[in-house]
T-cell receptor, first 112, second 116 residues
Framework: DAGVTQSPTHLIKTRGQQVTLRCSPKSGHDTVSWYQQALGQGPQFIFQYYEEEERQRGNFPDRFSGHQFPNYSSELNVNALLLGDSALYLC???????????FGPGTRLTVT | AQKVTQAQTEISVVEKEDVTLDCVYETRDTTYYLFWYKQPPSGELVFLIRRNSFDEQNEISGRYSWNFQKSTSSFNFTITASQVVDSAVYFCALSEGGSTLGRLYFGRGTQLTVWP
């Protein structure tokens, strides 16, 4: 049983560019959440998707957007990248919002 | 205000010592969930335990044990007879009920180093 997978593993972008990160949830899971983890900090909630809709959102600007597909996989898009967007981006999936969330290995984004 | 506080930034112990990681949370909800995750150097967060607010029983799983006390809003984690492989960053997290159900609020983490 495959766990949560994310791609790519690492990414280097230039300030002002746009980036798309991808996530496939654990089999049987229908809810996907995205988190940003800056170096030395705990993960911060970006948003959560369920039934292809954004169900809730954390305190992140509109430059951060997402999508969930019918197969429950998800994308995180970040426009107009800033140096401060450099972080580990983690995807988590769960069966419902109440169950434990399982995390993927993350995508390390570096903005230069 | 921080919903989850992990006051210990770093802890170092020698192998076979017992170690307790502290977690204090803050919420007004009566229904909520508490979690512990482990993050080894590889970066992937590994789920360890989930407790709901109605279940205050302590839990033991092998060398791991958890002490949940609503009276002090604490959910502490103890590793007995620590091993080098326990070295990692440990995060405590809270999920509240209502409209934010499923959103995890993380503490800043505690870096545990176990020396041989």
């Amino acid at each position: 049983d495959a766990g949560v997978t994310q791609s790519p593993t690492h990414l280097i972008k230039t300030r002002g560019q746009q980036v798309t990160l991808r996530c496939s949830p654990k089999s049987g899971h229908d809810t996907v959440s995205w988190y940003q983890q800056a170096l030395g900090q705990g993960p911060q909630f970006i948003f959560q998707y369920y039934e292809e809709e954004e169900r809730q959102r954390g305190n992140f600007p509109d430059r951060f957007s997402g999508h969930q597909f019918p197969n429950y996989s998800s994308e995180l898009n970040v426009n107009a990248l800033l140096l401060g967007d450099s972080a580990l981006y983690l995807c988590a999936s769960s069966k419902t919002a109440t169950y434990e969330q399982y995390f993927g290995p993350g995508t390390r984004l570096t903005v230069t | 205000a921080q919903k989850v506080t992990q006051a210990q930034t770093e802890i170092s112990v020698v192998e076979k010592e017992d170690v307790t990681l502290d977690c204090v949370y803050e919420t007004r909800d009566t229904t909520y969930y508490l979690f512990w995750y482990k993050q080894p150097p590889s970066g992937e967060l590994v789920f360890l335990i989930r407790r709901n607010s109605f279940d205050e029983q302590n839990e033991i799983s092998g060398r791991y044990s958890w002490n949940f006390q609503k009276s002090t809003s604490s959910f502490n984690f103890t590793i007995t007879a620590s091993q080098v492989v326990d070295s990692a960053v440990y995060f405590c997290a809270l999920s509240e009920g209502g409209s934010t159900l499923g959103r995890l609020y993380f503490g800043r983490g505690t870096q545990l180093t176990v020396w041989p």
